[in-house]
């Protein structure tokens, strides 16, 4: 049961250029949600949150869209740079112990 | 001031065999939380664990496998009998509270052969 969707596995951007990475849920209890960026060999690392009481939230590049009545948040990376490449999770929280994971869409910025 | 430490790095084992994974939180967090990547998945929760406490193992398989966090000393996480379907990248994290504000580790890649 994949309460949090990442449909698009891969995702190719020039360098200098908007990044788009997509994420749907199905948990309306849900009110935390996260982006982590993992490189091989490495564990996640924490990116950019919102919660569910905003719509928006913005730091630097990266900025992530909420929206809660279609169930679907966005990463937008403004401009892409070749370092963005890695794979991008979704997560959300509902106030438990643990975070559910999308399966990740691996971004390639091209030079 | 180290990260979350896991090891070892890649861990091969026979089938039948056990393996045993370990995770040393970052200095001052004393909640762990193990997760698991199946090839081609998101990462899945297994179980969360305080000092000598089993707070939540409600993504664990019910069976061969364990966890651990003793008062001294890493976090394990214990698979015994291990089959080919556990072959994942297991990754720890931690944090000085409960809740989200995760650390992970760097994961331990099994290969069961």
């Known amino acids: 049961d994949q309460q949090v969707k990442q449909n698009s596995p891969s995702l190719s951007v020039q360098e200098g250029r908007i990044s788009i990475l997509n994420c749907d849920y199905t948990n309306s209890m849900f009110d935390y949600f996260l982006w982590y960026k993992k490189y091989p060999a490495e564990g996640p690392t924490f990116l950019i949150s919102?919660?569910?009481?905003?719509d928006k939230n913005e730091d630097g590049r990266f900025t992530v869209f909420l929206n809660k009545s279609a169930k679907h948040l966005s990463l937008h990376i403004v401009p892409s740079q070749p370092g963005d490449s890695a794979v991008y999770f979704c997560?959300?929280?509902?106030?438990?112990?643990?975070?559910?994971f999308g399966t990740g869409t691996r971004l390639t910025v091209i030079p | 001031n180290a990260g979350v430490m896991q090891n070892p790095r890649h861990l091969v084992r026979r089938r039948g065999q056990e393996a045993r994974l370990r995770c040393s939180p970052m200095?001052?967090?004393?909640?762990v939380y193990w997760y698991r990547q199946l090839p081609e998945e998101g990462l899945k929760f297994m179980v969360y664990?305080?000092?000598?406490?089993?707070?939540?193992e409600s993504g664990m398989p019910k069976e061969r496998f364990s966890a651990e966090f003793p008062k001294e000393g890493p976090s394990i996480l214990r698979i015994q009998q291990v089959v080919r379907g556990d072959s994942a990248a297991y990754f720890c994290a931690s944090s000085r509270d409960r809740g989200i504000a995760y650390t992970f580790g760097s994961g331990t890649r099994l290969t069961v052969v």
């Open positions: 997560a959300a929280d509902r106030g438990a112990n643990n975070l559910f």
């Open positions: 664990l305080q000092k000598e406490n089993i707070i939540d």
């Open positions: 919102i919660s569910s009481i905003k």
């Open positions: 200095k001052g967090h004393s909640h």
